[in-house]
């Protein structure tokens, strides 16, 4: 059972660039999460997805895009990266409801220079 | 602004100890609490989950309690070994199928 597949793992992109980041879970979930995690700020919310053809903001959505494809997929894409978005991000999935556990994928560690 | 507060962003302890790491909260009155495992360079696990009106919960050498007058839950790891060295993170949600809030983390290294 693979869970929640993020590619690429690792990228460095120059300041301007753009990338997208991509998520595929196979637990049949409807909820869809993209998060970051930089040291000393924990992990916050960029935006999700409660179900296929709906997408929200979270904490943190500027500089940010995001494509819920299908059931499964659900990318994020930076159109102009900046150095602050060096980050790494975690995708996350879950079935629909308050109190479901979220199951991550191991990241994405992205670095912009 | 809602928070969540894990003191404790190092904790140390011997192994065969009682771990215990502390989560609170503040503008908030969560209707449920989350810990999860994150090991380097991995994605969180999940653990447990206890609801504003249950006190406690258990999970193998795991407890968890949840206190609404302290606004605070507790995680303890009992007879902590090595293996059970790795971060932990608290996080809280509404009802209503509202997104998670995490907080940053404690850092418990078991030593032998």
């Known amino acids: 059972n693979a869970g929640v597949t993020q590619t690429p793992k690792f990228q460095v992109l120059k300041t301007g660039q753009s990338m997208t980041l991509q998520c595929a879970q196979d637990?049949?979930?409807?909820?869809m999460y993209w998060y970051r995690q930089d040291p000393g700020m924990g992990l916050r919310l960029i935006y999700y997805?409660?179900?296929?053809?709906?997408?929200d903001k979270g904490e943190v959505p500027n500089g940010y895009n995001v494509s819920r494809l299908n059931k499964r997929e659900f990318s994020l894409r930076l159109e102009s990266a900046a150095p602050s978005q060096t980050s790494v991000y975690f995708c996350?999935?879950?079935?629909?409801?308050?109190?479901?556990?979220?199951?991550f994928g191991d990241g994405t560690r992205l670095s912009i220079l | 602004s809602q928070k969540i507060e894990q003191n404790s962003e190092a904790l140390n302890i011997q192994e065969g100890k009682t771990a215990t790491l502390t989560c609170n909260y503040t503008?908030?009155?969560?209707?449920?609490l989350q810990w999860y495992r994150q090991d380097p360079g991995r994605g969180p696990v999940f653990l447990l989950l206890?609801?504003?009106?249950?006190k406690e919960k258990r999970k193998e050498r795991l407890k968890v309690t949840f206190d609404t007058t302290l606004k605070q839950s507790l995680f303890h790891i009992t007879a902590s070994q090595p293996a059970d060295s790795a971060t932990y993170l608290c996080?809280?949600?509404?009802?209503?199928?509202?997104?998670?809030?995490f907080g940053k983390g404690t850092r418990l290294s078991v030593i032998a």
């Open positions: 996080a809280a949600q509404n009802s209503g199928n509202t997104p998670l809030v």
């Open positions: 206890i609801r504003e009106n249950e």
């Open positions: 996350a999935s879950s079935t629909t409801g308050s109190n479901q556990p979220q199951h």
């Open positions: 997805s409660a179900s296929e053809g709906t997408t």
């Open positions: 503008n908030y009155s969560p209707a449920y």
């Open positions: 637990m049949n979930h409807n909820s």
